[in-house]
């Protein structure tokens, strides 16, 4: 049956490709009523056969493996995060020593590297607080800060963030700057 339907194929391509060169050809048949039927019939027979065989044929599919799962990098400060987390446990006295100590370091190195300053003279600026222009971030690494105004203290009542988290965010954002050359 292939042969067959191939054969004719082919017979089919032929005498439409001497058709094109030669018109004459064209005049052998004539487009009656039954010719155009018997294509159209042969069309839809074609169609059929090819959305039966369609059917039986069966699908692929691969399968992927699990996606891999991302290794963390860890970004600097997630340490610092966690310490903010920890806030109401136990020793919070002494972790905020720590972290007042690092951000101290930071502070010092910062405005050695970024700064142009020697160690003693930015030793100096954090202690009397003139190292930046933020009064929060001043005198959260100040050995004796100045005692914050009244308005300051009954602000801080109402803030859901705690004053020591504040400065310690103050700093930070202070030090980005510094590093960043915005200050």
């Known amino acids: 049956m292939r042969t067959a339907t191939a054969f004719v ?19 052998l048949f004539d487009l009656d009523y039954l010719v155009v039927t018997l294509v159209g019939v042969l069309a839809l027979v074609q169609g059929v056969r090819y959305g039966l065989s369609r059917r039986k044929t069966q699908f692929r599919a691969t399968t992927t493996d699990d996606p891999e799962l991302r290794y963390r990098v860890p970004t600097p400060g997630d340490d610092l995060d966690i310490e903010f987390v920890g806030d109401r446990s136990l020793g919070r006295a002494h972790r905020r020593e ?3 100590n690092r951000l101290h370091e930071a502070a010092l190195e910062t405005l050695t590297g970024y700064g ?12 009397d607080g003139t190292w930046t222009d933020d009064p929060v971030a001043a005198a959260a690494l100040q050995d004796a800060p100045p005692r914050p105004s009244l ?3 009954l602000r801080a009542l109402f803030r859901t963030e705690s004053s020591f988290a504040r400065s310690a965010r103050h700093v930070i954002d202070e030090l980005d700057a510094i590093q960043e050359g915005r200050r």
């Open 151 to 153: 308005a300051s203290r």
């Open 9 to 27: 194929g082919l017979v089919a391509t032929v005498f439409g490709f001497a058709v094109v060169v030669n018109r004459g050809l064209g005049g």
């Open 116 to 127: 142009g300053l020697t160690r003693d003279e930015a030793a100096a600026r954090l202690d």
């Open 98 to 100: 720590q972290l007042r």
